[in-house]
């Protein structure tokens, strides 16, 4: 039995240098990608009128998920390093002789990774879609201001049997151009009738009619259609913030948004299988990253002597970088409904985890 004060010295030998070179490389990842988003983006913000604090605006809105995405890589690249360090100055060989085996290691440097995947996990779920929404309606707005068409854009909806299609959305999803509303019969899913207007604005809580609608009802046998104009109110239950939302490239909510599109409470775009994968992902990060790290225990093997004229940590690398891949492929078929959640989650995690166990139960045989 090792001592309790000898596992909290252990847990301080392989945690601290563990976590500050996470945090390390995860900055300077962030920081590039960054930088390579604003080569993209800062002339357009620039063009827009909005300056120095247009530009600190839009890093900082976007920096939480940049650091969500790159922390599972950044675990595996810190705990190379660690990993690597800990073995040319033969610490290693050290702990061996002292009766402390691999396994043994990586469970003192697994708080490291459980502890920055339970963050990662609230960042996405609380901090990320604030962050993304806000950066999303301000570039709209923007936009429109500044008559940038390429920027803006229209979605295709639901709202229970309701479909509703909106051709342009700007000044920050309070304005509606091309406007059709598509009315269906909720036990046969059948058209029941539809709404038109080229414009909606969104004034005192409900839409408005800048112009004449016209609407179309369609008979029970679907052979005739009677067309009327009207001005009155608009049923369209969605909000300028639930509209503008739908035009993400991602799924950026919170689960108290998440549960209102699950439970038909809140308007959607997409499958529900690209929401369940949202909270699945955003639930797995800590398991995530345990197994990056896991994925370079193989490190620990190379001798001291041989330094870093040794492959091992190339394929440490390469193997990360396939397992990221991977996954991204396998979530690619989860959110197309191709995969059920779980499995589509899960999988690359699965895949990865028994490739990290079985290097290192062939490094323990040679």
């Not at 690398?317 to 989650?345: E, H, K, R, T, Y």
Request: charged letters at 15%; one cysteine or more; a neutral charge.
């Amino acid at each position: 039995m090792i001592p309790y004060l000898s596992h909290a010295t252990l847990l301080k030998v392989f945690l601290r240098p563990l976590l500050s070179k996470i945090i390390i490389c995860c900055s300077v990842l962030s920081a590039l990608l960054e930088v390579l988003a604003l080569l993209d983006e800062a002339s357009v913000i620039l063009g827009r009128h909005q300056g120095v604090s247009g530009i600190l605006k839009f890093i900082l809105l976007h920096l939480p998920t940049l650091v969500v995405e790159i922390m599972p890589l950044s675990v595996m690249i810190g705990g190379l390093f660690t990993l690597l360090q800990m073995t040319l100055s033969s610490e290693m060989a050290v702990l061996r002789a002292a009766g402390l085996s691999t396994l043994n290691m990586y469970r003192y440097l697994l708080p490291g990774p459980i502890i920055l995947g339970t963050i990662c996990t609230i960042i996405q779920f609380w901090v990320v879609p604030p962050c993304e929404q806000e950066l999303n309606r301000w570039w709209n707005e923007s936009a429109t201001q500044a008559h940038d068409g390429d920027d803006i854009h229209g979605a295709w909806f639901r709202y229970g049997d309701t479909l509703a299609r909106v051709d342009a959305i700007t000044h920050g999803g309070r304005n509606l151009s091309g406007v059709a509303i598509y009315f269906r019969d909720s036990a046969t899913g059948l058209l029941t009738s539809s709404q038109t207007t080229d414009n909606l604005s969104y004034e005192n809580n409900h839409w408005v009619h800048t112009a004449e609608a016209q609407h179309i009802d369609v008979n029970l046998e679907q052979t005739k259609a009677r067309i009327v104009t009207s001005k009155d109110a608009v049923p369209l239950k969605a909000t300028p913030t639930e509209i503008i939302n739908m035009t993400l490239s991602g799924v950026y909510y919170t689960p108290h948004q998440l549960y209102k599109i699950l439970t038909g409470k809140a308007p959607s775009n997409l499958p529900d299988s690209n929401y369940f994968m949202a909270i699945c992902a955003a639930l797995i990060l800590p398991i995530q990253m345990a197994v990056m790290l896991l994925i370079t225990l193989p490190i620990t093997y190379i001798p001291p002597r041989a330094g870093l004229r040794n492959p091992l940590p190339v394929y440490v690398m390469a193997a990360g970088l396939g397992v990221v891949m991977l996954q991204g492929m396998i979530s690619a078929l989860g959110n197309a409904g191709s995969l059920p959640v779980l499995l589509a989650v899960s999988s690359g995690q699965i895949i990865a985890a028994l490739l990290g166990l079985a290097w290192v139960l062939r490094m323990e045989e040679k």
